[in-house]
C-alpha cells in the first residue's frame, strides 16, 4: 500500500484496480495492507462488507461477530462514487461491487443532450470518464443495466 496511494490525492485506474484487489485479498494473508486497503475503499465508497469466508476460501469467524452462529445473509447495498466532482479532465466512477452484466453509461448535459453513451462490463468497480472532447458545464450520469437504473448522480466539468 505504501506504493499505490503515497503522496496522490487522485487514482488511476491500475492505482484503483490495486487498492481493490489488495481490500479483497484475505485478511489474514494480507494483513496491515489489505486492512490499510479496505479503509481506503470504506472512505471512498461508504460502508462496505467484505466476506473474508470467501476471501479466504474457508470458514473464518470474524472475533468482532457478537453470534459466531449467526451467518449474515443480506447482500451488501450497490454503492456509487463519482471522482473528482468537478473535474477538468478525467473522471472515474467506482462501484463498490463487481457488476457481472453489461451496463450502459449515459451522460447528458443540461440541453438534455446525450453526449456519451459507454456499453461496458463493470467487473473490475472502476470505469474511466474521458471528459477531454466535452464543455464545461453540468452533466448527468445514469448507469443502467436492461433491467434496473443501477446510478443517477451529476459531475460538474471546469475546464
Given at each position: 500500500?505504501?506504493?499505490?496511494?503515497?503522496?496522490?490525492?487522485?487514482f488511476t485506474t491500475d492505482q484503483w484496480n490495486t487498492v481493490v484487489s489488495i481490500a479483497n485479498q484475505c485478511l489474514d494473508k494480507?494483513?496491515?495492507?489489505?486492512?490499510?486497503?479496505?479503509s481506503l475503499y470504506q472512505n471512498m465508497m461508504g460502508a462496505t462488507y467484505f466476506d473474508d469466508s470467501a476471501n479466504c476460501n474457508q470458514s473464518y469467524k470474524k472475533e468482532y461477530e457478537p453470534n459466531p452462529l449467526q451467518k449474515r445473509t443480506e447482500k451488501p447495498e450497490l454503492q456509487f462514487v463519482l471522482f473528482p466532482n468537478p473535474t477538468n479532465g478525467k473522471a472515474y466512477l467506482a462501484c463498490n461491487i463487481a457488476i457481472n452484466r453489461k451496463c450502459e453509461v449515459i451522460m447528458v448535459n443540461m440541453l438534455?443532450?446525450?453526449?456519451?453513451?459507454?456499453?461496458?462490463l463493470m467487473e473490475k468497480g472502476l470505469l474511466e470518464i474521458d471528459t477531454k472532447?466535452?464543455?464545461?458545464?453540468?452533466?448527468?450520469?445514469?448507469?443502467?443495466?436492461q433491467s434496473e437504473p443501477l446510478y443517477f448522480g451529476k459531475l460538474s466539468l471546469i475546464k
Open positions: 500500500m505504501n506504493t499505490v496511494a503515497k503522496n496522490i490525492d487522485t494480507g494483513g496491515e495492507a489489505t486492512a490499510l486497503a479496505r438534455g443532450q446525450q453526449v456519451i453513451l459507454s456499453n461496458v472532447n466535452l464543455a464545461s458545464g453540468l452533466y448527468n450520469v445514469k448507469v443502467v443495466t
